[in-house]
């Protein structure tokens, strides 16, 4: 009898002006990550002003419709762009899939030290199972890993004035209210470096390593080579990605 068929894997990210997803574009095709589709691209941003405050509901929307014909044990990978960099090769649908079944849930969420937006005072959140001293606590929508009939659930009914932050924010602390372990958040930086308040942390919480990656951030912390960058955060973070990426 032959093995069950690998689920597919869905790599997409949200971008609707070329110039700004240049340096994401980079950085896949210098670690080989095969972006299943930009959603968006060339098209008009639709809902508030993402620079200005809580927003990005919008990009839901264009996820809504992109996975709508998708297989429900289908992997997705979801990052932005804007200010997202490919770090390290994105493991294959198998090497997801393990990463899923070991922490024994169907969404992972990036994580950050800080809690975000103004009016989520991290009530909702307990201490990560993985390592109860993690600083990384906090839940960020910038970056996951899922099947996709829990995103399809995350992302229904989400329109383009909502905050996809807030939505995230809701749709796991409706999870660990119930006692449920399904959806988690990455706290040892597994998949996913944010840079948000990791200034605020000892110096030395990431590290620039050669290797077979070539130069890439390490999380000194917990020894993870995260294969995406978030520089979620103000200009100096902002700053900083850049000059990373």
């Known amino acids: 009898k032959?093995?069950?068929a690998a689920a597919a894997l869905l790599v997409y990210s949200v971008g609707t002006d070329?110039?700004?997803?240049?340096?994401y574009e980079a950085t896949a095709a210098r670690h080989g990550v095969a972006t299943t589709a930009m959603l968006g691209l060339g098209g008009a941003w639709r809902g508030p002003d993402i620079t200005k405050g809580p927003s990005g509901g919008f990009k839901f929307e264009l996820l809504r419709a992109a996975l709508a014909a998708a297989a429900d044990d289908?992997?997705?990978?979801?990052?932005?762009?804007?200010?997202?960099?490919?770090n390290a090769p994105l493991p294959d649908a198998a090497a997801l899939a393990a990463i899923l079944a070991r922490r024994g849930c169907s969404l992972l969420f990036a994580a950050e030290t800080r809690c975000w937006p103004t009016g989520c005072d991290g009530?909702?959140?307990?201490?990560?199972?993985?390592?109860d001293r993690s600083p990384y606590r906090y839940l960020n929508s910038g970056c996951f890993l899922g099947r996709a009939a829990t995103i399809k659930k995350l992302v229904?009914?989400?329109?383009?004035?909502?905050?996809d932050q807030r939505r995230c924010h809701a749709f796991y602390a409706a999870e660990v209210n119930s006692g449920s372990r399904d959806v988690q958040i990455?706290?040892?930086?597994?998949?996913?470096?944010?840079l948000g308040g990791v200034e605020t942390l000892p110096r030395g919480e990431l590290e620039?390593?050669?290797?077979?990656?070539?130069?890439?951030?390490?999380?000194?912390?917990y020894g993870t080579v995260?294969?995406?960058?978030?520089?979620?955060?103000?200009?100096?973070?902002?700053?900083?990605?850049e000059a990373l990426a």
């Open 2 to 4: 032959p093995p069950p």
């Open 18 to 23: 070329a110039g700004k997803v240049a340096l």
């Open 74 to 86: 289908a992997l997705v990978v979801f990052t932005d762009s804007y200010d997202v960099y490919w």
């Open 123 to 131: 009530s909702d959140y307990p201490r990560p199972a993985a390592d």
């Open 156 to 163: 229904a009914g989400v329109a383009a004035d909502d905050d």
């Open 186 to 194: 990455d706290a040892t930086c597994e998949l996913f470096q944010c």
């Open 208 to 221: 620039l390593r050669g290797g077979r990656f070539g130069d890439c951030i390490a999380n000194a912390r």
């Open 226 to 241: 995260p294969v995406a960058v978030h520089g979620n955060g103000g200009r100096s973070v902002k700053r900083s990605w």
